[in-house]
Each structure stands twice: as C-alpha cells, then as structure tokens.
C-alpha cells in the first residue's frame, strides 16, 4: 500500500543511452512532480503535471521528456544520457494546490538514483 | 525568486540532547513542508504547516509566516534522527516547492 512508488531504485547505465524511470501514486491526487537532488543535496523542481496536463517546466535540457499517461502515473524519460544527469529522481505527488481550499501536502517517493558511466 | 534559508548547516548531538532548527525564506508562502532525508536518501513528510504550531511525538514545529520564519524542535534525540532535514515552500499560485538547503544532523550514542 507504498502511496508513491518508482521505478526502478537503482539505474547505472552508459553514457549515450536513453532510459526512463516510472511514477505511480494511488493516493488520489490530481498533480504530480519530477525533482532532481544533485551531488550536494540540493532538491530543484523539474516538471509538474495537473491532470496529465504540463504546467510546470523548469529549464531543463529537451532530453528529458516526461509523459503522463493517467493523474495515477507519471514518468521521467530520458535520451542520450550524460555524465551530468547522475543524480537522485524523485516523484511526488499533491492535490491540485490551485484548486483545494487548503494547499495539500506533497508526497515524495522513495527516489531513482541514477549513475551515469 | 524566493529564497529559502535554514540554519544551522551542520549539528551534532549526543543522544538525548534537544534542538531547534531554523528556516526563513523571503517571501510570503502559502504552504510549508519540513522533510527528514534518512541515511538511506528517503524522503520523509514531518509537518505540513503554513502557519501555528503542530507536534508529533518528540517532533515539534512552529511557523510564523507574518515573520517568514519556520522553527522545527527535536527533543530527546535519537541516533535514528540523523540525516538532513529540509524546509520547502511554496508561494501563493505557484505548483512549486522550493527547498532549503538543508540542515544535516549527526546524532551520536
């Protein structure tokens, strides 16, 4: 009953290589997020989907492209990988925070940590 | 942008001891989130609280958002406490959640 699971945990893979991470939420919640921690730590936003609609896209490269084929799913793919990208994916989810009387909480999955060689 | 700050950036504690840490950011905010990142990179919802005060258990939080600050307090602390705790907020009209940089606690025996 794991209220927002990815897949897989762990991703070592070659530079060049294209790869996609998935993001399942079966709390009800109509909006979903990518964030990525780098080296330090540091948490930044990638995309967010409100009913499988792209309302948020921070300056990432065009290599990631996220889909959203439910509010329940959400995945992260990624072409031609590179060295840089090695980081910790996470997927969260909320209610919709522009629609409900209060702003939801989100709710991390456990993370994707993806290596790079 | 807004900007988000937490402090201290590193705390070390004996078991037992008591602590408080610190978040202010620069903006007002309609939703604030404190988060424990264990030793096995998970990420754990602690408080939602955009405003007053909750507790949970030997975990405290208090948030005065007329002064843009965030204070969450440990007391009796464990060695399982150890990680980096994060503060993240959003402003009003936004999706986005916008973190701090973390304060990384080391709980020692």
């Known amino acids: 009953d794991t209220a927002v699971s990815q897949t897989p945990k762990y991703l070592v893979t070659q530079m060049g290589n294209d790869k996609s991470i998935k993001c399942e939420q079966n709390?009800?919640?109509?909006?979903m997020y990518w964030y990525k921690q780098d080296s330090k730590k540091f948490l930044k936003i990638m995309f967010s989907?409100?009913?499988?609609?792209?309302?948020i896209n921070e300056t990432v490269p065009n290599r990631f492209s996220p889909k959203s084929p439910d509010k329940a799913h959400l995945n992260l793919h990624i072409n031609s990988l590179e060295l840089g990208d090695s980081a910790v994916y996470f997927c969260a989810s909320s209610q919709d925070p522009l629609r409900v009387a209060y702003r939801g909480a989100q709710y991390f999955g456990p993370g994707t940590r993806l290596l790079v060689l | 942008g807004i900007q988000v700050e937490q402090s201290p950036p590193d705390l070390i504690l004996q078991e037992g001891a008591n602590s408080t840490l610190r978040c202010n950011f620069s903006?007002?905010?309609?939703?604030l989130q404190w988060f424990h990142q264990n030793p096995w990179g998970q990420l754990i919802n602690l408080f939602y609280?955009?405003?007053g005060t909750k507790q949970n258990g030997r975990l405290s939080a208090t948030t005065v958002a007329t002064e843009r600050y965030s204070l969450l307090y440990i007391s009796s602390s464990q060695t399982t406490d150890s990680g980096v705790y994060f503060c993240?907020?959003?402003?009003?009209?936004?999706?986005?959640?916008?973190f701090g940089s973390g304060t990384r606690l080391l709980v020692r025996p």
């Open positions: 709390l009800g919640h109509d909006t």
């Open positions: 989907y409100n009913n499988k609609e792209l309302i």
């Open positions: 993240a907020v959003t402003m009003d009209s936004s999706y986005k959640l916008i």
């Open positions: 903006d007002s905010v309609n939703n």
């Open positions: 609280i955009p405003s």
